[in-house]
């Protein structure tokens, strides 16, 4: 039990005054080194944590202490783990899913918002959070006439701060680009990054879709896209350094299947691979586990891995150890580093999540597209 509640009921008070002077006195979720107890006030006949740790039960119920409208869940969380929930309260034959009134920290993707628990020793990376002293790079649209995809499409540009057209810079092809923005930050990760001289002054395209479970899936189409129209589009447009070394692909879930897609069907081309929390789902004891949707991905990666090739010089990969995907992901690297590529994977205690994605970002572009901070070390 938590030290915390022990203590509440040790005290015999169950007064509403009681109750509000320990949560006053305990900022909730109360972390306690590797013990987390979650707390919910109010009225209702039951209350369950629903959280995403993959290994642990998804739903945990609350208890309840006697005679008052107090409920809390305990459970073990290692140091520096980040974790995402909401709680199902239970009333009056009806449930309600909800964020935590009693905790602030919010986190947001495209399907809503979830409370946040930090585990003991977690702290929001630097890197990701305003410096006044880093100037903003700008943001452009650029529209890409697409014979792949039979129409014009419009894409996102990224130039860093002191953008000079007399120098010619590194390209960065990031998938979902847009979310990246909005949930990872990204904007403000690559003016602070570039800023301290850890990362490359780049210019990153900002690719999105609304099709992504199917152009994504080792689509032939989006390879064309990326490769023999944004590419030459962009470097019309702004100059750019021609050379693989100096060309990356990055994304997340899907996004991630989409950057080793395209660069295993133009091998050599891009030289940078940023890989995080990947769907990279194939054929294992005889049958894929990941249902329908995952089809065109499991009949790719079945032939990846087959025959990998050397689709890049540099891999970094990452993933959350509280993901369903660790296991995959765990398995592509022995698989990467036979190509001979050069692979740096990086496990977080994290869940599948824009902000477990942003928390990897210094790591893996610093390594990708060392600054000059960082050159003496490559």
Known sequence: MSLAIHEFERGGRREDEAVDAFLAAHPCPIVEGRSVTFVYRGEADAVFLEHWIYGLPSRQPFTRIAKTSLWYRVIDLPARSRVEYKL????????????????PLRAHDPFGTNSVCHGLG???PGFALPDPEARPGDLEEVRVDSAAFSGTRRVGVY?????????????????????????SSLRCVLDNLIHRLEVAPLIAVLVQTSQRLTEYADDPAHARFLTDEIVP?????????????????????????????????????????????????????????????????????N??????????????????????????NRSLVPLLQETGMSLRFVEARDG???????????????????????????
């Open 88 to 103: 199902a309260v239970v009333e009056g034959g009806g449930e309600r899913l909800i964020e935590d009134p009693l905790n």
């Open 122 to 124: 977690y702290e929001t």
């Open 159 to 183: 130039l860093p701060a002191r953008f000079r057209r007399t120098r010619r810079y590194p390209l960065l092809i990031v998938h979902d680009g847009q979310d990246y923005l909005r949930y």
């Open 233 to 301: 589009a962009i470097a019309a447009r702004y100059p750019l350094i021609d050379h693989p070394a100096s060309r990356g692909l990055m994304g997340a879930s899907f996004g991630a299947v989409a950057s080793l897609s395209t660069a295993w069907r133009r091998p050599g081309y891009y030289g940078r691979l940023l890989l995080q929390s990947g769907s990279f789902a194939f054929t294992d004891v005889g049958e894929s586990r990941r249902g329908p949707v995952f089809e065109p991905v499991v009949r790719f990666m």
């Open 303 to 328: 032939r990846f891995r087959e025959s990998p090739g050397r689709p890049s010089e540099r891999v970094f990969l990452s993933c959350g150890m509280y993901e369903s995907l660790i296991y995959e």
């Open 352 to 378: 599948h999540n824009w902000e477990n994605w942003r928390d990897r970002l210094e790591q893996g572009l610093s390594w990708l597209f060392p600054g000059p901070l960082l050159m003496v070390y490559e």
